[in-house]
């Protein structure tokens, strides 16, 4: 099985700042395209941001200017910085990525997702 393992979330004013992490477990090899998306109560999962292998990065418009995603393709692990954070933010964050693991001898792909972490803005 592969795992991602998000990080980071908590609770900021408004105007503030957080750094969401993202890791890979450790039987994964390779990371191809990830995405950050969240969840809001009440509300359907939404993407935010993704980025390709090679960073190429991509934004929903109500986050363009104020979020940047990035990668550590040696680490296995994405990276979503948040600032100017509203209200509006407030959800729970996913990542979501295309991912090549080992189990045992073999090579698998995965659509691997995390578990959520809870982002919270206050006004």
């Known amino acids: 099985q592969v795992q991602l393992v998000e990080s980071g979330g908590g609770l900021v004013r408004d105007g503030g700042s957080l750094r969401l992490s993202c890791a890979a477990s450790n039987n994964v090899f390779s990371i191809n395209a990830m995405q950050w998306y969240r969840q809001a109560p009440g509300k359907q999962r939404e993407l935010v941001a993704e980025i390709t292998r090679s960073s190429t990065t991509d934004y929903a418009s109500s986050v363009k200017g104020r979020f940047t995603i990035s990668r550590d393709n040696a680490k296995n692990t994405g990276y979503l910085q948040m600032n100017s954070l509203k209200p509006e933010d407030t959800a729970v964050y996913f990542c979501?990525?295309?991912?090549?693991?080992?189990?045992?001898?073999?090579?698998?792909?995965?659509?691997?997702w995390g578990q959520g972490t809870q982002v919270t803005v206050s006004s």
């Open positions: 979501n990525a295309d991912v090549s693991y080992y189990s045992g001898s073999r090579i698998f792909t995965a659509d691997a």
